[in-house]
Nanobody, 123 residues
């Protein structure tokens, strides 16, 4: 049974940093590209970042480029999202996702999802 469990969310002020983690089990993490998505209240779930199986390639949404960094540690079965210079518009539930596509940016490319972790950024 594949499980993805996010952690590290919380409430911070604008300009602060947070690091999200996604602990995986039930899959060989090195076989999967991993992604982070987010969903704000009343909005569609949107792509944030993705990383290939080895960690050598990454891709970001324009809205987070230069502020967020996705990384992975296959030996620890964990994926991370370092979020710096947070803005109120980053407030959302953040989801970790796993898929076999090479760094997909659409939800349909990720069959495995975590339950999400809330990030709230106050101004």
């Amino acid at each position: 049974q594949v499980q993805l469990v996010e952690a590290g969310g919380g409430t911070v002020q604008a300009g602060d940093s947070l690091r999200l983690s996604c602990a995986t089990s039930g899959l060989v993490l090195s076989n999967y590209a991993m992604g982070w998505f987010r969903q704000a209240p009343g909005k569609e779930r949107e792509f944030v970042a993705t990383i290939n199986w080895s960690g050598s390639s990454t891709y970001y949404a324009d809205s987070v480029k230069g502020r967020f960094t996705i990384s992975r540690d296959n030996a620890k079965n964990t994926v991370y999202l370092q979020m710096n210079s947070l803005k109120p518009e980053d407030t959302a539930v953040y989801y970790c996702a796993g898929g076999l596509s090479i760094m997909g940016t659409s939800r349909a490319e990720y069959p495995y999802w975590g339950q999400g972790t809330q990030v709230t950024v106050s101004s």
